[in-house]
Each structure stands twice: as C-alpha cells, then as structure tokens.
C-alpha cells in the first residue's frame, strides 16, 4: 500500500523558514512526477510547486515562485519544498503528491500539473501556520 508521509511542517513567524519532506513507502517506481499542494481555511486545495521526472521542468504558482524550491532524492524515495520568506498567506495545509510516469512520458505542462485531478497518490498533509 502506498503511503505519503509528509513532514516539517509548524507555527512560524514571519520571514522564518520551513522545510517540508514528503517520504513514500509501499511502493517505488521507475519514473513520477511529483507536486506540493496547500490548502487553506475556506480555500480549494492549490498548486505550490512541481516537478517532471528526473528533476525535469520545474513549476511554481506565482505565489512560491520566488521563495520556495521544490527538490527531490530519489534514492530515499523522497521529494522535498523549502519555503523561505514565509508570510502569514502562506498558513495551510500542504499536501504531498506523486504521479508515476513511464520513463519515455514526455513532460508535463504547468497546467497539467497545476490540476489536483491529475495526480495519484496524497499525503495526509502537514499544517504550516505562519504569525505575523
């Protein structure tokens, strides 16, 4: 069974940093893309981040473009955002996600990956609260 396990998250102060791990276990594959998302009160979960295979085409909402990195160590079957600059709009939950690809699969545009619907497998989140 595949599990997404995000870490990292916590009460901030403005300006601070966080960085978030989300490890996968259960199951690897060859190729995915993966993705952060973040959800806040009232809001409908939305893109942060994403990357292609093999560190490809990387994206970032406008929002995160800026002040946060997207990462990933395939060997530890684990992808990472480091988010820097925090604000207090930036207090959510944010969500890990993977979408295994074939290893020929073209990459991904930013709409695509910009979409929830197009991703497979969900952490259960991790709050990120940020004061002012």
């Known amino acids: 069974q595949v599990q997404l396990a995000e870490s990292g998250g916590g009460l901030v102060q403005a300006g601070d940093s966080l960085r978030l791990s989300c ?6 594959w060859a190729s995915t893309a993966m993705g952060w998302f973040r959800q806040g009160p009232a809001n409908e979960r ?3 981040a994403a990357m292609n295979r093999g ?3 990387t994206y970032y909402a406008d929002h995160a473009r800026g002040r946060f990195t997207i990462s ?3 060997a530890k079957n684990t992808h990472y955002l480091q988010m820097d600059s925090l604000t207090p709009e930036d207090t959510a939950v944010y969500y890990c996600t993977v979408r295994p690809t074939g290893l020929n699969t073209n990459a ?3 709409t695509f990956l910009s979409n929830v619907k197009n991703w497979n497998f969900w952490g259960q989140g991790t709050q990120v609260t940020v004061s002012s």
Do not use: M, Q
């Open 108 to 110: 991904y545009g930013r």
């Open 55 to 57: 560190g490809r085409n």
């Open 23 to 28: 490890a996968i276990t259960g199951r690897t």
């Open 46 to 48: 939305e893109s942060v």
């Open 72 to 74: 990933r160590d395939d």
